[in-house]
């Protein structure tokens, strides 16, 4: 990173190199029964993922007054993420039928360009800690991914084989501001406001081997193109106090989520289009100088990640398919928690009590 300073504007440029693999060991017992027959397939290997992440960065940061700052930010980068097995299986059933064995490769990497540019303000009014500021990012990125399964019998031969593969582009933009007031010496009032766009579009193919021709055939019935739009807005406010020795803070915030997929396998559209409300309140009370206990709520939410809500058969493997879920709603989670801190000279030790609801819980469900 290198930085320079003048007297009312700095510039900076910087590069970023990060490059992690974790090889590792992997084993599988596996039992499935049905009908009074034990079916077995254990698997055993070697595996290794890991990524690569390079950018280059360069920005400016201008004091328009002693009071106001403007800052603004470019970035380019180039990113790939791989995680690769070679595995041994072998395969019996009980009771009665002959042993089998054979051998797999597997690789799914995912690389693509993003490029993103952020321009923020801030200012800082007399009195201390009373500030406003806000912020705007526009973040571009290209995905294509590949996943590729082989398996070989005892001779080292293909018998088959699956490429996946996904391309796609996505869009995210942030319009964010928020304002801090300071009340007096321990209440302090904050509000602010965001909003998160982004639009994405994947496209999947399949292609299996076929051993008469030695190529690989695409499956037309697995070839998908979805579109996702996905717009939250929220709104939210803060108050803190401290009398005596009693602490609270309390704050709401309200959000707009709209969310729409549209996909080509069932020509449907599903959709989120819905209000909801996060109240949180912490409360803290000094028993005396050395011991403090603590009480609060909080109301969250947890969204679907993208991939949970694909609607159709994507392979991993040639023993595990996924399927998605679009009409997936986010989990909300009421958190209560009841604390307890106590101060001895330079040393503290505290002790916590939670308790947790989740609604609308997304599983996994295997079969």
Do not use: C
């Not at 440029?13 to 254990?42: A, I």
């Not at 949180?280 to 011991?291: G, K, Q, V």
């Not at 990640?305 to 009409?327: A, I, K, M, Q, S």
């Amino acid at each position: 990173l290198i930085n320079l300073k003048k007297k009312n504007y700095s510039l900076n440029f910087g590069v970023d190199l990060n490059q992690r693999f974790r090889p590792g060991t992997n084993e599988s017992r596996n039992r499935t029964t049905s009908d009074g027959v034990d079916y077995h397939v254990n698997s055993e290997g070697e595996s290794d993922h890991g990524g690569k992440h390079n950018s280059i960065r360069a920005g400016i940061e201008y004091e328009i007054t002693p009071r106001d700052r403007l800052t603004l930010g470019l970035s380019v980068g180039q990113r790939s993420r791989k995680y690769s097995s070679d595995l041994d299986f072998t395969q019996w059933q009980e009771p009665g039928g002959p042993v089998s064995e054979h051998s797999s490769e597997s690789q799914t990497e995912r690389s693509g360009d993003s490029y993103s540019m952020n321009l923020d303000y801030l200012r800082d009014f007399k009195e201390e800690g009373h500030r406003l500021t806000g912020h705007f990012s526009f973040d571009n990125r290209g995905g294509d991914e590949e996943s590729t399964a082989k398996l070989f019998d005892t001779d080292g031969n293909l018998i088959s084989g699956k490429i996946s593969t996904e391309d796609g582009p996505g869009i995210r933009m942030r319009i964010k501001a928020d304002y801090s007031l300071p009340l007096n010496k321990d209440a302090k009032f904050e509000a602010g406001l965001q909003s998160r766009l982004g639009t994405s579009e994947d496209i999947t193919n399949q292609l299996e081997y076929d051993p008469a021709t030695g190529l690989y055939e695409e499956l037309t019935e697995f070839n998908h193109k979805t579109d996702y739009i996905r717009d939250i807005h929220s709104l939210y406010t803060q108050y803190a106090n401290e009398i005596g020795k009693l602490g609270f803070q309390g704050g709401l915030r309200g959000e707009y989520a709209y969310r729409k997929i549209e996909t080509g396998v069932t020509n449907a559209t599903f959709s989120i289009d819905r209000v909801d409300m996060f109240p949180t309140a912490h409360f803290s009370y000094h028993l005396t100088d050395r011991n403090q206990l603590m009480v609060s709520y909080a109301r969250r939410i947890d969204r679907p990640r993208g991939w949970y809500l694909e609607p159709f058969e994507t392979w991993t493997d040639d023993y595990n398919v996924r399927v998605g879920n679009p009409d997936l709603k986010p989990e909300y989670i009421d958190s209560y928690e009841l604390g307890f801190q106590t101060f001895r000279n330079r040393n503290s030790l505290s002790t916590e009590l939670y308790y947790r609801k989740t609604n609308n819980k997304i599983e996994r469900v295997r079969s």
